[in-house]
Structures are given as C-alpha cells and as structure tokens.
C-alpha cells in the first residue's frame, strides 16, 4: 500500500516526505519499540512519539506503527539532489523500487519467520518463559549486515546501550559516508572496512573516546581485510554456528559472547545464545543451574548456552532475547 495514514504522521521529522508505505505486520510480530531499543542495533532514535528513524542498508528510514500496519518512509541521499543546499539541510524521498524496500525490510526484521507460533512453543517447553512473554510481545531478533553488526558489539565490552549508540554515532560521523540531513541533524553511513584501517584509525578513534577498544576496531578491521574480506565475513551465514563463532574469535576483542551476538544477529545462528553476568544469575536462580564455579568462566559459558538450547530449541537465542 502506498496510502499514507493521516493519523499521526503530522509528528514524523519535519523534512518528511509525504509518500509512505506499509507492510501487513501485527504487534504480535514486531514491537518496534522493544525490538530497536534493546540493543540490538544501535543505529535507530525514537524521532517522535512512535516514531523511529536510522540508517539500514546505507538509507536513511522512518518506521512506525499503526494496528497490524508497519509504515515505512526512505529518505535520499544528497547526492541524489545535488541542486538543494547543504547547509539547509532537505531530505527527499529515495528513488528506491517499492519491492525492494519492502524485500529489505522483511529481510531485516526476518518477517518470514513466524513469531507467534515460537512463542507458542517456548512457553509450552519453559514455564518462565510462559510468565514474561505476555509482557513482551514481538521481539524479533534482527537480520543486520555482518561489518555493522560486528564492530557495534566490538563497543559494547564494559559499556551500556546510551553510551554504545553515542560512540556508534561518532563512529559514522567521523568514517562514514554523509547520506542526509533530518531537522538539522545529519545521518551517516556505518563506515566501510577499509575506512576503518587506516594507519591513524586507531589513534582517531581514541580521540573519539573509544579508549582500549579503539585498538581492537582498527585490529579487527586490518585482520579481516587482509584475510576473509567483508564478502568472507558474510560468508559466515552458510558455515556451521561452531566453525563461524571459531572464526570470530580470532579476532581482536571479540570473545565468546560478542561473537555469539554477531553469529545471532547478522550470521543466521539462531541458535547462538549470548550469555553475560545477567544471563548467568538468571540461568542459576531461576533455572536451577548447578555449575562448578562462581563466575562466568568459559566452561560455565558454555553449559549455559547448551541448557537454553536443550530447553528452547533451534531459535534458543531469539528466546534468549526475548
């Protein structure tokens, strides 16, 4: 569909493009508001009221939704409109086919796969589960570009999700290439590997506050280019979930749960579990786990993840997510 919603698209960024779209999508299948706030992906604002804006595969959106609708708008880049003025800073509405901006949408929030009968199944196997599901409904677990995704989670060691998305942003700002301009607010595209090893990436990357993980950005970046390749790095997806996480873990600060969080959430390991210190007080309060030491060793990690794939299934880390 094509018909805007006249509804409350009057609170959507003021450079709005008036042509929206929608897809058949119901709140039981994806709550936008729990699904891009949780630190999943650290690239999406609540631009307005309902309304969430950010940057997917190197396009600027805004998503909301209304009743069994989720609405969509895709903004151009500035170079597609060389005659409006910068420092103004309009954004127009992308030159994109309609097949394909529904095809990537669906790819991103893995629309294909059916949420609510999941849900069904996790209950039916886990009591707990069956307790907080009502409470969150449609959390999918993102289908994100395997470069992005990696280099995010490299961020997140020792660090929470304001401060994540902070650093994400001055990231792109500083590597990234400039897409628009939204209410006098810029957006970037998440930077390419080779904008990431250059000789001075990490000392401009320790300016940008990113401190010991400025080392293992730029580490990982030069280790990838000059073996997998970004094309290597997406080739993940067909290899088996132990042989993928093997290969992550070479890299430079990333252990066993941020390559868990990248098999998980860009490299179709729905079986990968993350587990950190939340996980593991909750793995031996409330399921009863017995495990042979008091902190969250590699051993430990590991018969964690093994439990909640025993009791969850093929998609054990979508259930973990939820």
Not at 98 to 116: C, H, K, M, N, P
Not at 286 to 306: C, F, N, V, W
Request: one cysteine or more; a positive charge; glycine letters at 8%.
């Amino acid at each position: 569909s094509s018909s805007p919603t006249p509804m409350k698209l009057r609170d959507a960024p003021s450079a709005c493009p008036s042509l929206w779209r929608c897809l058949p999508c119901s709140p039981a299948e994806l709550r936008l508001d729990l699904v891009l706030s949780s630190g999943q992906s650290f690239r999406w604002w609540e631009s307005s009221p309902g309304a969430w804006t950010g940057v997917l595969g190197g396009r600027v959106w805004t998503l909301r939704q209304d009743g069994d609708r989720l609405w969509y708008t895709v903004y151009g880049e500035e170079d597609e409109h060389k005659e409006e003025e910068r420092d103004g800073c309009p954004a127009k509405a992308a030159k994109l086919d309609v097949a394909e901006t529904d095809r990537i949408l669906r790819d991103y929030f893995q629309l294909d796969v059916g949420l609510s009968a999941l849900y069904r199944a996790w209950a039916a196997a886990d009591p707990l589960f069956r307790k907080v599901a009502n409470d969150f409904p449609g959390v999918r677990v993102l289908r994100q570009d395997p470069v992005e995704c990696l280099f995010s989670f490299i961020c997140t060691s020792n660090n929470h999700i304001s401060r994540i998305t902070a650093m994400i942003e001055r990231l792109c700002q500083a590597f990234g290439r400039r897409l628009c301009c939204l209410d006098s607010r810029p957006f970037h595209a998440f930077p390419s590997l080779s904008a990431l090893t250059g000789a001075d990436a990490e000392a401009r990357l320790r300016a940008l506050g990113f401190g010991y993980r400025a080392k293992f950005v730029s580490g990982s970046a030069r280790a990838i280019a000059e073996g997998l390749g970004t094309e290597g790095l997406c080739q993940l997806r067909t290899a088996p979930y132990a042989e993928a996480k093997k290969v992550l873990c070479t890299l430079p600060g990333v252990g066993a749960k941020v390559a868990d969080c990248v098999c998980l959430l860009s490299l179709d390991k729905a079986e990968a579990v993350p587990v950190d210190t939340h996980i593991w007080h909750i793995a031996r309060q409330h399921y009863g786990m017995t495990l042979g030491s008091k902190s969250l060793t590699p051993r430990a990690y590991q018969e964690i993840g093994d439990f909640f794939r025993r009791l969850w299934g093929p998609r054990a880390g979508w259930a973990q997510a939820v």
